[in-house]
Nanobody, 122 residues
Framework: VQLQASGGGLVQAGGSLRLSCAASGRTFSSYIKGWFRQAPGKEREFVAAISWSGGVTWYADSVKGRFTISRDNAKNTVDLQMNSLKPDDTAVYYC????????????????WGQGTLVTVSS
């Protein structure tokens, strides 16, 4: 079972990036999927999550209105569209999946991707 995140890179402040997370080894169509991030020297924090159907989404206040999470259960993927990026968004971004628990608690997620680095220059 593997979650593979991609799409990170270097972007100027105000720019956009789209992260994608592809799953293999099992179907995650009934799982909540989320994105978390960890900046250098800081703890991992919740960014966004999406219900199994895609009908409900949750966002951290710091990214609300700038980031959009979406999923395609047929392709077993979850994406994170990031617009109006700020230097504070610089971090390693991780995708994750859980069947139950709190969508914002990393400890409740059972499966994790390896992370993709996003660097936003000022």
């Amino acid at each position: 079972v593997q979650l593979q995140a991609s799409g990170g890179g270097l972007v100027q402040a105000g720019g956009s990036l789209r992260l994608s997370c592809a799953a293999s080894g099992r179907t995650f169509s009934s799982y909540i999927k989320g994105w978390f991030r960890q900046a250098p020297g800081k703890e991992r924090e919740f960014v966004a999550a999406i219900s199994w159907s895609g009908g409900v989404t949750w966002y951290a206040d710091s990214v609300k209105g700038r980031f959009t999470i979406s999923r395609d259960n047929a392709k077993n993927t979850v994406d994170l569209q990031m617009n109006s990026l700020k230097p504070d968004d610089t971090a390693v971004y991780y995708c994750a999946a859980t069947l139950s628990g709190s969508y914002y608690k990393g400890a409740d997620y059972n499966f994790w991707g390896q992370g993709t680095l996003v660097t936003v220059s000022s």
